[in-house]
């Protein structure tokens, strides 16, 4: 069936490692199965291949397999893992060997193995004489473990058939699918979390992958079923869970929704507090592209460290990945899920992909090891977390690749030989020229210059309408900066117009938007820039006291109750980390009711204060960077003041620049920053 141009005699007997007299005599059987399900053998020049009704092929597949009349050994110490945490008493080792077709001895040796599991989870296993074994878990880690395993033995193509297009569970498909690990659940339920989950408008689960999408439906449709049961997570299960991360507010206002739903549909006459904030943990643990980065529970701290793991793994591998803004984007919902997910952990499933990854990018997967350990010292990544975040680096090495191939124009007056010293110099130190043309004057007019992301001119050229830089033969230091510098700004354009090229068909059938929707984001940034300002502010005894002067000195038309604004603004320092390491800046962002615009002001204090940076160490205040926004905004103004926040970590260049620029030095920044961006 996989081999759908036939297969010789010869390649099933090598496959099989069987004789080809035997191949010959299956065969012959073969087709009265095969009849049964409307398809027969057909034998070609190629050899024999399968036809058929490909509906019909796809049946027989999908009853391959499934078929479970022979477990594998994995799949029995999942089946017995399940079992043990679901019997609510002492079970026979001779009733688990019955139940699994196995000896007892072979169930003796499979507990041996799954003991190293159920450690990691605090679950011990119980022998009593005459009675049998039993295993003691919290609900918690019974659910974890449960609903992991069902998902790890679970095909996310044939888990996602069971539904049709009305998100309503095919009875016929669940009763024909052989899976021992589906029996474990309620069709029931299943069908009422699915149906809720894929309709749910209030957060973007359409945006999730398949795999972390049919786990969190499985462990709802788990959770009901055992809520049902009466079997309810404990308080000090989740303390336990949240005692270093809490969950996210916003997390368990979907919990709670969904829930609540789900209880009404089901019978479910009460759901626990403790029940709502542990689904909220799984719910926290959801890979969810960043919608923007200025939001109250926007993890400030987090993108930083994200910034700077890119930045180190750039410096490492010679490669500018700092470029990408989708790298970062993916990276920050994928590490920020991962914390998250590490709060209360599904069992790790080993992934055959995931290891070629490792072998195939070897060098970046060791480099991103060692640099995750050192940005993220206080926790420690799962062997497929590593591994995931090794795809997205290597995905953006691919995506960009085209895009880090530079061709360069040298125009010289003095001779080849001089033009090749230059030619030399620049391949030497600039590794993404790949393409480097000669040119001496007399031979411009027949050259297209638009093939060109760099022209170098040993001499002035006057007159010369393209943009070119005058350098010296040898390139000094200086002029190696200067190219440096411009080349980053080339490769970034490069990146940009690479990835909207790739959107070209989406933009299409966007291009209802409006010329009004622009000039509103046009007038936005507009005002945001008028209002721009570096001031200095007078000593005070207390940042207390210098915040709610800020606030106070700010006119009313940007907001009209400084007190609240400053109390917010204090209150966000002392929950989270402000301060940028290496720099005396702190970044303060609020977003309340009484703020009518949106603002952006740099503040330098005439006394430094002391304060806790994103490293966790102390640090000397003496720039606030004040970001402060309306609630509720609309997605142009979290758009604009995400761009800006975004923008001050982004690179070393960027940070110096807000830690020591002037007025004017930043007002340009800002300029060039949105002209790039609405480009």
Not at 551 to 580: F, W, Y
Not at 584 to 595: A, E, Q, R, S, Y
């Amino acid at each position: 069936m996989n081999q759908r141009n036939g297969v010789t005699i010869k390649y099933l007997a090598n496959r099989l490692n069987v004789s080809t007299r035997t191949i010959y005599r299956e065969i012959s059987s073969l087709e009265s199965t095969l009849a049964q399900y409307q398809l027969r053998l057909q034998k070609e020049d190629d050899g024999y291949f399968i036809q058929g009704n490909p509906k019909f092929i796809e049946e027989l597949q999908a009853e391959i397999y499934n078929a479970s009349d022979e477990l594998t050994t994995k799949k029995r110490q999942s089946l017995l893992m399940i079992s043990l945490l679901l019997e609510s008493s002492e079970i026979k080792m001779e009733s688990l060997a019955y139940d699994l077709k196995v000896s007892v001895g072979t169930i003796q040796q499979d507990l041996q193995a799954i003991e190293e599991i159920f450690k990691e989870y605090d679950i011990q296993i119980k022998r009593k004489k005459a009675r049998g074994i039993k295993a003691k878990a919290s609900e918690s880690s019974l659910r974890l473990i449960v609903s992991g395993l069902i998902a790890s033995e679970l095909n996310e193509y044939n888990f996602f058939k069971l539904f049709d297009q009305n998100n309503l569970l095919q009875k016929k498909v669940m009763n024909k699918n052989k899976n021992p690990f589906l029996k474990v659940l309620d069709p029931a339920a299943l069908e009422i979390v699915y149906k809720l989950v894929k309709q749910y408008e209030e957060f973007q689960f359409e945006e999730v992958n398949d795999t972390q999408l049919q786990s969190l439906i499985l462990f709802i449709t788990f959770s009901i079923k055992r809520i049902k049961e009466n079997q309810l997570v404990a308080l000090k299960e989740i303390n336990k869970h949240t005692e270093e991360l809490k969950v996210r507010e916003r997390s368990e206002s979907i919990s709670r929704a969904l829930l609540t739903e789900i209880s009404a549909q089901y019978g479910l006459s009460h759901i626990p507090l403790e029940e709502v904030v542990f689904l909220a943990l799984q719910i926290d643990g959801l890979n969810v592209p960043l919608r923007d980065e200025f939001s109250d529970d926007y993890d400030l701290q987090l993108s930083f460290q994200v910034r700077e793991l890119i930045r180190s793994v750039s410096e490492e591998m010679q490669v500018q990945f700092y470029q990408d803004e989708t790298l970062f984007k993916d990276l920050f919902a994928h590490i920020s899920a991962a914390i998250q997910r590490n709060k209360a952990p599904m069992p790790e499933v080993n992934n055959p992909l995931l290891e070629k990854v490792h072998k195939e990018y070897e060098d970046l997967s060791l480099t991103i090891e060692d640099k995750l350990s050192k940005e993220f010292p206080n926790f420690e990544f799962q062997f497929n977390e590593l591994l995931y975040v090794v795809i997205h680096f290597a995905s953006a090495y691919e995506r960009n690749s085209s895009a880090q191939l530079l061709n360069v124009l040298i125009i010289c007056s003095s001779g080849m030989g001089t033009a090749k010293i230059l030619e030399s110099r620049l391949r030497k130190n600039i590794p993404e020229v790949t393409n480097v043309d000669v040119s001496r004057i007399s031979q411009l007019h027949q050259l297209s210059y638009e093939k060109y992301d760099l022209i170098l001119s040993t001499i002035f050229l006057q007159g010369f309408e393209e943009e070119y830089k005058v350098v010296t033969p040898l390139l000094m230091e200086d002029e190696l900066k200067s190219i440096r510098t411009y080349i980053d700004q080339v490769l970034r354009k490069k990146v940009r117009e690479l990835r909207n090229s790739n959107r070209n068909i989406l933009r299409q059938s966007d291009n209802h938007q409006s010329f009004q929707d622009l000039y509103v984001k046009i007038v936005s940034v507009n005002r945001l820039l008028e209002s721009f300002d570096l001031k200095v502010m007078p000593q005070y005894k207390s940042l207390k006291e210098t915040l709610y002067q800020i606030c106070l000195s700010l006119p009313n038309s940007i907001l009209e109750d400084p007190q609240a604004v400053a109390q917010k603004l204090e209150k966000r320092m002392n929950t989270a980390p402000i301060g940028i390491p290496n720099t005396g800046l702190g970044l303060f962002h609020c977003i309340h009711k009484t703020i009518k615009e949106p603002y952006f002001s740099v503040v330098d204090l005439s006394q430094s204060f002391e304060i806790v940076n994103m490293e966790q160490k102390k640090m000397k205040l003496n720039r606030i960077l004040l970001l402060l926004a309306p609630d509720p905004m609309d997605t142009s103004i979290q758009d604009m003041m995400g761009t800006i926040s975004a923008s001050i970590v982004e690179s070393d260049a960027n940070l110096h620049l807000f830690n020591n620029g002037s007025k004017e030095q930043i007002e340009y920044h800002l300029n060039q920053l949105f002209l790039e961006k609405m480009n």
